[in-house]
């Protein structure tokens, strides 16, 4: 999936997301199993692209197996876990709560924060907080 999205062929890997379920990955060996609405040349272009894009062989072989979730499955149930752990904190729950009807669209995890530590380290080495000049953070 990652390949494809690094090479830019998105019909690749919109049907690996979507049609593809991993049953086996070894050394120049994929083994797969699909979904029925799955093209037909799924496989054998899989199979094509992996070679042209690594330089060496590889078999992709259809599982009777059931295999892996897809991937589109594994991200939704991802998605699900985020909103419901979104609407059990009481932030949110009140907020749900004063405008009826609202309802969590999207979650997002935002970017991390230094962490005290090394903000109380840069304010320290500012002359005990009392020089003229701000102390700077590093990134």
């Given at each position: 999936m990652a390949l494809a999205g690094e090479k830019?062929?998105?019909?690749?890997?919109?049907?690996?997301?979507?049609?593809?379920?991993?049953?086996?990955?070894e050394d120049g060996r994929l083994e797969v199993a699909l979904e029925p609405n799955a093209s037909r040349t799924t496989v054998t272009e899989l199979s094509r692209k992996?070679?042209?894009?690594?330089?060496?062989?590889?078999?992709?072989?259809?599982?009777?197996?059931t295999g892996q979730a897809t991937l589109r499955e594994q991200n939704l149930v991802k998605k699900n876990e985020r909103?419901?752990?979104?609407?059990s904190d009481p932030r949110v729950r009140e907020v749900l709560a004063r405008f009826p009807g609202t309802r969590i669209v999207e979650v997002r995890r935002l970017a991390a924060e230094p962490p005290e530590s090394d903000i109380s380290a840069a304010a320290m080495n500012d002359d005990e907080f009392g020089g003229d000049d701000a102390a700077e953070l590093d990134d």
């Amino acid at each position: 999936m990652a390949l494809a999205g690094e090479k830019r062929d998105l019909l690749t890997k919109a049907a690996l997301e979507a049609d593809v379920r991993l049953v086996r990955i070894e050394d120049g060996r994929l083994e797969v199993a699909l979904e029925p609405n799955a093209s037909r040349t799924t496989v054998t272009e899989l199979s094509r692209k992996l070679e042209l894009w690594t330089g060496r062989r590889w078999t992709v072989v259809v599982s009777n197996e059931t295999g892996q979730a897809t991937l589109r499955e594994q991200n939704l149930v991802k998605k699900n876990e985020r909103e419901k752990a979104a609407e059990s904190d009481p932030r949110v729950r009140e907020v749900l709560a004063r405008f009826p009807g609202t309802r969590i669209v999207e979650v997002r995890r935002l970017a991390a924060e230094p962490p005290e530590s090394d903000i109380s380290a840069a304010a320290m080495n500012d002359d005990e907080f009392g020089g003229d000049d701000a102390a700077e953070l590093d990134d």
